[in-house]
């Protein structure tokens, strides 16, 4: 029975982990207090690491702080620590991996619901800047149609198109988003 309970609390954390990510990531990534470090993620960075990596960190080594707690007999921050560590991991698989590309061999989700996790937080970076940004969330993404409809309501997008850079690519076309970040809107938005 133990087990079971113990499986439900890692699986609770995880879930609850993704509510307190989209909080954290909406007023405090994007808000005054957290921008200096997630801005680096909504720039062009050179080198392998950026500022905002250091918020993984922090995750990181709380996460190892509970699971050792945990052990030293603290019941149940062992299971909200490995609850936090696999949530590190789905984010890095979905939003590192997928969405940007940071790992060494490319997987593109061409349909379903990772598509559509792809999409969204390839619409989030559709905003330049830190204000008028949509779908906060890394492993929940609500429907396209409605990010669509969202960021055409904020406004947000206006000014963004038909530069000398030419035509901007699709954040529908499943393809890759270079850490060159907003510059991947496609037009397709606005139509
Ligand atoms: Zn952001
Ligand atoms: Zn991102």
């Known amino acids: 029975m133990v087990y079971v309970v113990n499986t439900l609390i ?3 954390t995880v879930v609850a982990m993704e509510g307190f990510a989209t909080v954290v990531h909406r007023y405090l990534m994007h808000g005054s207090l957290g921008w200096g470090w997630h801005r680096s993620h909504h720039e062009e960075t050179e080198g392998l690491f950026e500022r905002n990596d250091l918020y993984a960190v922090v995750f990181t080594v709380l996460s190892g702080a509970l699971i050792t707690f945990g052990i030293a007999g603290v019941w149940p921050l062992r299971q909200v620590g490995i609850g936090l560590m696999v949530y590190g991991i ?3 698989i979905v939003h590192d991996g997928l969405v940007h590309q940071r790992w060494p061999f490319r997987v593109t989700p061409k349909r379903g619901y990772l598509k559509r996790l792809v999409q969204a937080h390839k619409m989030h970076h ?3 800047g830190r204000d008028g940004c949509v779908s906060f969330g890394f492993l929940y993404a609500p429907p396209v149609t409605a990010l669509k409809r969202r960021l055409a309501g904020t406004g947000a997008l206006a000014g963004r198109r038909g530069t000398a850079a030419g035509p901007r690519r699709s954040p529908f076309d499943g393809g890759e988003l270079s850490r060159g970040r907003g510059a991947e809107l ?3 938005l606005q139509d």
């Open 186 to 188: 496609g037009g397709k």
């Open 126 to 128: 559709a905003v330049d």
């Open 10 to 12: 890692v699986l609770v």
């Open 90 to 92: 789905l984010y890095f």
